[in-house]
């Protein structure tokens, strides 16, 4: 495990992005698609108290948010398809673009949130 005065805040967060341990960098921090382990098995980094909350929702929601604005201005103004393929397609697109993000803004969330020691709803 790496002292977190010695780790750059940056390159936790990139592990947290990729869903690596930001302590260490050589585990997964998740186990399924969104629960993170209890322990890195690499380091031993205890993730069981450090938790996102609403945060990874609500970024997902804001990237998945800016990214269909121009999107659906293109497919509503510029295109002329039907109706229903235009409601397939933003669909398609919004819900694929949170399930993309959601477990990048979760790793991200939990590297800061372990990076600045942050306290949370278990955390003192
Ligand atoms: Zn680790």
Redesign the pocket.
Known sequence: ?EDTAQLDKWTAIRRGLKGL?P?????RLFRAYLKPVDN?P????NWEDVRADDGPAWASMLIAGHVLAPFFYFITFRTDLPDWIRTVALCVVGVGMCLWSLPKMKGLFMAWIWYTDAPTSTRE
Not at 23 to 27: H, K, M, T, V
């Open positions: 495990m341990c302590s260490c960098g050589e585990a890195c690499s380091c031993g980094e």
